[in-house]
């Protein structure tokens, strides 16, 4: 009773904002009807195909990050690009291969479908990597005992066995399309709005919250149910295992290189651009974004300030968050987590600003508020298989010896899996520093400035130089915060061994 007390209790906490502006707004919210029909059917058919799309795409280079080399380095990097990387710097990108092929359908759902390719895939490649590191070294090296090749052992043995420990993977590529919103408002037509969508343009050009919060409980009780089925079925874990390095085919290196190609070469073309036209100008862009009286307008640097404090503040307690409740290993926490993923970026933003207001919280913690409940399904998904591999008679034993949950973290569990933690908190830490929809409904921009913010509101002015150089400041801060990340973790991997 007191483990469900407690599920109950996080979870009525960070859901208070949606509580308390649905009871403000519950005369007009009236679930189903065929338009509500219509929607999820359009918006699961986009998501169904943009997810098959992303997993052909994805088997090979995660396949392929199994080796030890700068490719796989490099392929492993990208698994930032779906959180950080500001949708107007894709709008650009996807504009100039556009403008190549004049007769490709610039507005319809196979330009949906290629943009969540770019976006999502990376997200498959991760965590198909991660299932395909998990495999039992013994059933790799029974079938080469048995003479089976790099492509039979791959088709018959690795790609079969990973798609059981994929499944997660497989649902959050799912939910990402299925709520997307900025691909779909540049890139979609109105056959293919997505629930998001259409509750930004209820609350937004109506100012029908109910009819907002209507599709948004309706998202929120379909994904649970996904989530639901995600949840209880069976996964494939090996414990103890020592992950499999070993060399992989030259056919794997050059459909990775292809892939690594198309991702870069999308992320690198509003820096090259900006770059290019910044020398022209002779620097004056650059000049504009350091200057007092652009920053009075544009409050550039603030704003960098503010997402860097809010970013590192709420990535580390999360993670910290995230691990105590899967330390629980309790199923109704699993679901109760994991069913904030259909929970509505826009109406979540709405609330959290009506209750800001009303109960006068200051905006960085109103903010934060947001970024917590919406990124505490990732750090979930991102300590899962840690949390299934850790040696639960550690923490058994320190409970015999009298140690409380703040003195096993310190001492047992932060020792052992540092490079967790510090791998989950590199990818919080570049998921919200890039947010921008929470940020954006939440009229950020006047209360609390933050970077993504800013660059919307550069690029809406028609600073288009001006923009793109402060888009490209942002990845490249985001950039060195994974490199240096990355190192420590590498460094303490290098002293675990």
Same mark, same amino acid.
């Given at each position: 009773?007191?483990?469900?007390?407690?599920?109950?209790?996080?979870?009525? !906490?960070? +859901?208070?904002?949606?509580?308390? #502006? !649905?009871?403000?707004?519950?005369?007009?919210?009236?679930?189903?009807?065929?338009?509500?029909?219509?929607?999820?059917?359009?918006?699961?058919?986009?998501?169904?195909?943009?997810?098959?799309?992303?997993?052909?795409?994805?088997?090979?280079?995660?396949?392929?990050?199994?080796?030890?080399?700068?490719?796989?380095?490099?392929?492993?990097?990208?698994?930032?690009?779906?959180?950080?990387?500001?949708?107007?710097?894709?709008?650009?990108?996807?504009?100039?291969?556009?403008?190549? *092929? &004049?007769?490709?359908?610039?507005?319809? +759902?196979?330009?949906?479908?290629?943009?969540?390719?770019?976006?999502?895939?990376?997200?498959?490649?991760?965590?198909?990597?991660?299932?395909?590191?998990? +495999?039992?070294?013994?059933?790799?090296?029974? %079938?080469?005992?048995?003479?089976?090749? %790099?492509?039979?052992?791959?088709?018959?043995?690795?790609?079969?066995?990973s798609l059981k420990g994929a499944a997660r993977g497989l649902f959050l590529t799912f939910v990402f399309c299925f709520t997307s919103f900025g691909v779909v408002l540049s890139f979609g037509s109105l056959k293919n709005t997505t629930p998001e969508v259409a509750i930004f343009s209820a609350m937004s050009t109506n100012l029908n919250f109910g009819s907002a919060l209507s599709i948004a409980l309706v998202q929120f009780f379909f994904i649970g149910a996904l989530n639901a089925l995600v949840t209880i079925l069976p996964s494939y874990e090996c414990e103890n295992e020592?992950?499999?390095?070993?060399?992989?085919?030259?056919?794997?290196?050059?459909?990775?290189?292809?892939?690594?190609?198309?991702?870069?070469?999308?992320?690198?073309?509003?820096?090259?651009?900006?770059?290019?036209?910044?020398?022209?100008?002779?620097?004056?862009?650059?000049? /504009?974004?350091?200057? &007092?009286?652009?920053?009075?307008?544009? &409050?550039?640097? +603030?704003?960098?300030?503010?997402?860097?404090?809010?970013?590192?503040?709420? %990535?580390?307690?999360?993670?910290?968050?995230?691990?105590?409740?899967?330390?629980?290993?309790?199923?109704?926490?699993?679901?109760?987590?994991?069913?904030? *993923?259909?929970?509505? @970026?826009?109406?979540?933003?709405?609330?959290?600003?009506?209750?800001?207001?009303?109960?006068?919280?200051?905006?960085?913690?109103?903010?934060?508020?947001?970024?917590?409940?919406?990124?505490?399904?990732?750090?979930?998904?991102?300590?899962? /298989?840690?949390?299934?591999?850790?040696?639960?008679?550690?923490?058994?034993?320190?409970?015999?010896?009298?140690?409380?949950?703040? /003195?096993?973290? #310190?001492?047992?569990?932060?020792?052992?899996?540092?490079? %967790?933690?510090?791998?989950?908190?590199?990818?919080?830490?570049?998921?919200?520093?890039?947010?921008?929809?929470?940020?954006?409904?939440?009229?950020?921009?006047?209360?609390?400035? #933050?970077?993504?913010?800013?660059?919307?509101? #550069?690029? @809406?002015?028609?600073?288009?130089?001006?923009?793109?150089?402060?888009?490209?400041?942002?990845?490249?801060?985001?950039?060195?915060? !994974?490199?240096?990340?990355?190192?420590?973790?590498?460094?303490?991997?290098?002293?675990?061994?």
């Amino acid at each position: 009773m007191k483990k469900r007390l407690f599920t109950a209790a996080w979870l009525s !906490c960070a +859901l208070f904002p949606v509580i308390m #502006l !649905c009871l403000r707004f519950y005369g007009g919210i009236s679930i189903g009807g065929r338009e509500t029909a219509r929607l999820f059917a359009s918006a699961s058919l986009q998501a169904a195909l943009s997810t098959a799309a992303c997993f052909v795409v994805a088997i090979v280079p995660a396949y392929y990050l199994g080796a030890e080399n700068r490719l796989a380095k490099a392929l492993h990097l990208t698994w930032i690009i779906p959180f950080f990387y500001p949708v107007i710097s894709a709008i650009i990108s996807f504009s100039i291969i556009y403008g190549i *092929f &004049p007769s490709f359908p610039r507005y319809s +759902l196979l330009s949906v479908i290629i943009a969540h390719v770019f976006f999502n895939s990376p997200v498959l490649v991760r965590f198909l990597a991660e299932s395909f590191s998990a +495999l039992p070294r013994t059933m790799r090296e029974e %079938a080469i005992v048995s003479g089976a090749g %790099a492509f039979a052992r791959f088709i018959h043995l690795q790609l079969p066995l990973s798609l059981k420990g994929a499944a997660r993977g497989l649902f959050l590529t799912f939910v990402f399309c299925f709520t997307s919103f900025g691909v779909v408002l540049s890139f979609g037509s109105l056959k293919n709005t997505t629930p998001e969508v259409a509750i930004f343009s209820a609350m937004s050009t109506n100012l029908n919250f109910g009819s907002a919060l209507s599709i948004a409980l309706v998202q929120f009780f379909f994904i649970g149910a996904l989530n639901a089925l995600v949840t209880i079925l069976p996964s494939y874990e090996c414990e103890n295992e020592i992950p499999v390095r070993a060399k992989r085919p030259l056919w794997s290196a050059v459909i990775s290189l292809v892939w690594l190609l198309f991702e870069g070469m999308i992320v690198a073309a509003p820096v090259v651009w900006s770059v290019r036209y910044a020398l022209q100008r002779k620097g004056a862009a650059f000049a /504009n974004l350091l200057s &007092p009286l652009f920053n009075r307008q544009f &409050p550039v640097m +603030l704003s960098l300030i503010n997402s860097t404090l809010l970013s590192f503040f709420c %990535a580390a307690l999360i993670s910290i968050f995230a691990w105590f409740i899967l330390s629980k290993k309790r199923l109704q926490d699993e679901f109760a987590v994991n069913s904030l *993923f259909g929970l509505s @970026s826009a109406v979540l933003a709405m609330s959290l600003l009506y209750v800001s207001i009303r109960f006068r919280i200051h905006p960085f913690f109103s903010i934060a508020w947001g970024y917590l409940v919406m990124s505490l399904p990732y750090a979930f998904s991102f300590l899962q /298989n840690q949390a299934a591999r850790f040696d639960s008679s550690l923490r058994e034993q320190s409970a015999l010896d009298g140690a409380n949950a703040i /003195n096993r973290f #310190l001492y047992i569990e932060w020792p052992l899996l540092s490079r %967790a933690f510090r791998s989950v908190f590199m990818q919080l830490f570049a998921i919200f520093f890039g947010e921008f929809t929470i940020a954006y409904i939440f009229q950020a921009a006047q209360r609390l400035p #933050l970077a993504s913010v800013t660059a919307y509101q #550069l690029a @809406s002015r028609r600073m288009i130089t001006e923009s793109y150089l402060f888009t490209s400041l942002i990845t490249i801060i985001v950039a060195c915060a !994974c490199a240096v990340f990355s190192t420590l973790a590498s460094e303490s991997k290098s002293s675990e061994q």
